[in-house]
């Protein structure tokens, strides 16, 4: 008794590539095969490039928020003046809460701040600004300020009357290391007559670039205790900022950071601070891979038409073959084979397309930019300076894996069509 062979048995192997092979004078199918190839690498090739520009995007984003900002912000509840009805929010024993909260386990450090907005003012210029009242030695601390992406001065020169202030603002108003910047506060000096606006110029020690431009566009970080004269804070603070061990995980830590900071004491995180836009990327991603698993799948259907056409055009070799005695089986393994193997070729041709673009993404986009005059990305908007790209190991098998399932799916129903073909129908006409 013959043995039967093994399902996907060289032979149909050999069949199947025969197939693919097949000139344009026998139906066209080579034409239809790299069709459907091109497809499929187009499809997998921008899925992959969406998937890493968005994995990139939300990294770089959260990365500037957590090196250049609290992870928690401790603030006080305030007290109300009997006289003035104004609540106080002020901090008096902020180096004893300070020191509270940095017992906390999962707290990495912990920083006074006095804040205020002022107006900013040099070569004619004028511009709004945020003041961040802070120690040098905590300055040292931030990773996205102390250690920046480009930086002008030394951060070490950041004290007395010597500031630090963000590049955008350098740029508004014409600045560099060394120079002088009035800072205007209408909070000022308290008079007989009033308040009068406080007026006082700072020599620039310190030019950093965060990386968001929102940031480097309005901040200046001043000395703490020259920030409390400035801005009327005498022995006091307006907030703790907070950094922890996993800013991911910050809410776990709210409730003892609260317990330790007192019972007025309120906190604030990066994520209340940035959820909104971090859900608006969530639900712009899960949008964007839905639509592009559409393009795929319209991709895929391109091997359908190809085998369809294949199976047309090759009913007289199926006839034979059927009564050569190959199984349905066999039949469909040779169609599934022609079919599967251009989705595994597509597949693999877009991963490397997509990997290439991620790598190389800033050369690319530079090109781009230059081709189309400048302009291409306006960080005003966007937030960052550039077109981040980061390949994770997840994206991308996810991206195969959902090409070649669609692949191996629509190849199925040509190919049993083929299978169930009766080689007596198939050859009555030849």
Not at 119 to 129: L, P, Q
Request: aromatic share 10%.
């Amino acid at each position: 008794m013959a043995r039967k062979p093994a399902p996907f048995a060289p032979f149909e192997w050999m069949i199947a590539w025969r197939y693919l092979r097949a000139k344009r004078a026998e139906g066209g199918v080579s034409v239809m095969t790299w069709i459907s190839l091109v497809g499929i690498t187009l499809a997998v090739f921008a899925l992959i490039a969406t998937l890493a520009v968005r994995s990139g995007f939300r990294t770089e984003f959260v990365d500037t928020i957590l090196g250049s900002n609290a992870h928690v912000t401790v603030y006080s509840g305030g007290e109300r003046d009997a006289a003035t009805g104004r609540v106080d929010r002020s901090i008096p024993d902020y180096a004893e809460m300070a020191e509270r909260v940095r017992e906390v386990p999962g707290v990495t450090r912990v920083a006074p701040l006095v804040k205020g907005q002022v107006m900013g003012t040099a070569n004619g210029r004028n511009s709004g600004i945020e003041v961040f009242g802070i120690s040098p030695d905590d300055l040292a601390t931030i990773p996205r300020i102390a250690d920046p992406e480009t930086a002008q001065g030394d951060i070490a020169s950041f004290g007395g009357e010597t500031i630090a202030v963000g590049s955008g603002i350098a740029r508004e108003l014409d600045l560099t290391v060394g120079d002088d910047i009035r800072l205007i506060s209408p909070d000022g000096v308290k008079t007989a007559f009033g308040t009068s606006p406080r007026v006082k110029a700072y020599e620039i020690g310190y030019i950093f670039t965060a990386g968001r431009y929102d940031i480097d566009r309005t901040r200046v970080y001043m000395p703490f205790e020259e920030a409390q004269l400035y801005f009327n804070r005498d022995g006091a603070a307006d907030e703790l900022e907070v950094m922890v061990e996993e800013p991911e995980e910050v809410e776990r830590l709210i409730s003892e950071i609260l317990a330790a900071a007192g019972a007025n004491a309120y906190a604030w995180t990066w994520q209340d601070a940035s959820g909104g836009f971090l859900r608006a990327l969530e639900i712009e991603d899960n949008v964007m891979f839905i639509i592009l698993s559409i393009l795929v799948l319209i991709a895929a259907m391109n091997i359908v038409s190809g085998l369809i056409m294949l199976v047309k055009n090759k009913g007289r070799d199926i006839g034979i073959l059927r009564t050569m005695g190959l199984t349905e089986g066999a039949v469909l393994r040779v169609f599934f084979i022609c079919g599967a193997f251009t989705g595994i070729l597509g597949t693999v041709a877009g991963t490397v397309l997509g990997c290439v673009f991620a790598i190389y993404i800033d050369p690319i986009f530079s090109f781009v930019n230059y081709i189309m005059g400048g302009g291409v990305w306006d960080p005003a908007v966007r937030g960052i300076y550039a077109l981040p790209a980061e390949l994770q190991l997840g994206d991308v098998l996810s991206a195969m894996a959902l090409s070649l399932g669609l692949s191996f799916v629509v190849t199925i129903f040509p190919a049993r069509r083929a299978a169930r073909m009766n080689p007596v129908e198939a050859l009555r006409y030849e």
